[in-house]
């Protein structure tokens, strides 16, 4: 089982993230550790240990996870594969039974400390170095938009949703904490940090909320701040006062998810909010932050759903003037409440109505960059890919322009023109 039996100096570890921006921040601290403990980061062929972070959000999470891990165990050398994430946290007995070079650790902080004892380190040894913070880094799988997780669990139990099992109930990082990290990373040249976490809006560290936290970081000497995804009721007029007040760092952005127009299907997804609700938040973001460009999620197809809520969802899209849709088709998750409902949607129903939602994020996307043509937007150069640097401005709106004279993790200010624009 270990692979201290390939040499005990081969330190190669990959990593497989599935799911959603927590994951990946949490797969990059753990890189961090690992680097610190003298590992290398590579490709899963040349792995001695692969680590799979897997989600369990819905039934097809499971099936994307249990692929990974399969697909993980046929590399090159035969690696350990330690399975961290939700679905291990739900399911471990499962995923043990894919194969016997399988390791199953729930606890991501335990993963670092697992992985060296099965490369032949002892879990007790110092770091050979202190581990690196987040900052770009060639070839490791760091960004240079640096994702900061501040907050985890949840207590909304959506009824399509196996999270709060898997993750439990929602816990904040401290803010002197999530201070001194933000000030670290602005210390070494991140021009952009995203406060992350499974349910933004719970943050709470004493008296302070997310709306504190916000204007905090804003004053860390960071460039530009974002927040991840947030519930439409944390919408509050309080963070949009704070994001206002402090428009020099706070991106005109938020990501705050629908999954449904109809207020019917929203009350048996158990979401806490109606659609009008909705979109009264979104108008007063609007108006509190002019520009703000707003993305969102919704699902197609959730049990029950007829056709006029779909219609409704698909008006209330076009109503609001997303920047982006984030697409889903219902699947469901053993384990939770939807999953039991028998008024299923056929498939080829399910297929279509997210096709037709696919189809007006393309038109919903294009009609925004459209609006910003000709206008002064700032990049930040993420990649050089040849002669083509690509970047995100403060909407959150994937950018294309000449490479010459830039590198990745720089910002520049340019005039946006047709053919600058792509899907991010």
């Given at each position: ?14 990593f ?7 994951n990946?921040?949490?797969s990059d601290s753990?890189?961090?550790e690992?680097?610190g403990r ?7 062929d040349?792995?001695?240990v692969?680590v ?6 819905t039934?097809?999470?499971d099936?994307?996870a249990?692929?990974?891990v ?6 090159a050398g035969e ?11 739900i ?16 606890d991501k902080?335990?993963?670092?400390v697992r992985?060296?004892t099965a490369?032949g380190?002892a879990?007790?040894d110092?770091f050979a170095t202190p581990?690196p913070?987040r900052?770009p880094?060639?070839?490791e ?14 207590d909304n139990f959506?009824?399509y949703?196996i999270?709060p099992y898997?993750?439990g109930l929602?816990r904040s990082?401290?803010v002197?904490d999530?201070?001194?990290e933000v000030?670290?990373l602005?210390a070494?040249g ?11 809006g719970?943050?709470s560290?004493g008296?302070?909320?997310l709306p504190?936290?916000?204007g ?8 530009r701040l974002?927040?991840?995804?947030i519930?439409p ?7 949009l006062?704070?994001?206002a007040?402090h428009g ?6 938020l990501?705050v ?6 207020d019917?299907?929203l009350?048996?997804m ?10 009264e938040?979104?108008?007063a ?7 703000l ?5 919704v699902i197609a197809?959730?049990?029950g759903e007829?056709d006029?809520?779909h219609?409704?969802?698909h008006?209330l899209?076009e109503?609001?003037?997303f920047s982006r849709?984030?697409v889903f088709?219902?699947s469901?998750?053993?384990g939770?409440?939807?999953a039991?409902?028998?008024a ?11 096709r037709?939602l ?5 038109r919903l996307?294009e009609?925004f960059a459209?609006?910003l043509?000709?206008c002064a ?5 993420e990649?050089?890919d040849?002669?083509e640097a690509a970047?995100?401005?403060l909407?959150y ?5 000449p490479?010459a004279?830039l590198?990745?993790?720089?910002t520049?200010?340019?005039?946006l023109g047709?053919?600058m624009t792509g899907?991010?």
């Amino acid at each position: 089982m270990s692979a201290a039996t390939s040499g005990a100096h081969n330190l190669a570890v990959a990593f497989k993230t599935l799911g959603c921006k927590v994951n990946r921040v949490e797969s990059d601290s753990m890189a961090a550790e690992l680097l610190g403990r003298g590992c290398r980061m590579v490709q899963e062929d040349e792995a001695a240990v692969i680590v799979v972070n897997t989600c369990t959000v819905t039934g097809e999470a499971d099936a994307k996870a249990r692929k990974a891990v399969r697909h993980a165990l046929k590399a090159a050398g035969e690696p350990v594969v330690v399975v961290t994430g939700c679905l291990a946290a739900i399911d471990a007995e499962a995923l043990r039974a894919l194969g016997e070079r399988v390791l199953v650790e729930a606890d991501k902080e335990a993963v670092a400390v697992r992985v060296a004892t099965a490369l032949g380190l002892a879990a007790a040894d110092p770091f050979a170095t202190p581990a690196p913070a987040r900052a770009p880094r060639t070839g490791e799988g760091f960004r240079v938009r640096v994702p900061v997780k501040i907050q985890d669990g949840c207590d909304n139990f959506c009824t399509y949703c196996i999270v709060p099992y898997a993750r439990g109930l929602p816990r904040s990082m401290p803010v002197a904490d999530v201070i001194a990290e933000v000030a670290a990373l602005a210390a070494e040249g991140v021009c952009e940090v995203v406060l992350t976490g499974i349910n933004l809006g719970r943050y709470s560290d004493g008296d302070m909320g997310l709306p504190g936290l916000v204007g905090a970081v804003a004053q860390t000497g960071i460039s530009r701040l974002r927040l991840s995804s947030i519930e439409p009721p944390d919408v509050t007029d309080e963070l949009l006062a704070v994001m206002a007040k402090h428009g020099d760092v706070v991106c005109p952005h938020l990501h705050v998810p629908l999954q449904n127009g109809s207020d019917a299907v929203l009350e048996a997804m158990g979401r806490r909010y109606t659609a009008a609700q909705y979109v009264e938040r979104i108008e007063a973001a609007r108006s509190a932050v002019p520009g703000l460009a707003v993305t969102t999620d919704v699902i197609a197809g959730f049990p029950g759903e007829t056709d006029d809520d779909h219609a409704a969802t698909h008006a209330l899209c076009e109503r609001v003037g997303f920047s982006r849709l984030h697409v889903f088709r219902y699947s469901p998750r053993e384990g939770t409440v939807a999953a039991a409902r028998t008024a299923r949607v056929v498939p080829e129903v399910k297929a279509e109505r997210a096709r037709t939602l696919r189809a007006l994020d393309t038109r919903l996307r294009e009609a925004f960059a459209g609006a910003l043509l000709g206008c002064a937007v700032e990049v930040l150069v993420e990649r050089i890919d040849g002669e083509e640097a690509a970047g995100t401005t403060l909407e959150y709106l994937d950018v294309r322009l000449p490479a010459a004279g830039l590198v990745a993790g720089q910002t520049v200010v340019v005039t946006l023109g047709e053919g600058m624009t792509g899907a991010c």
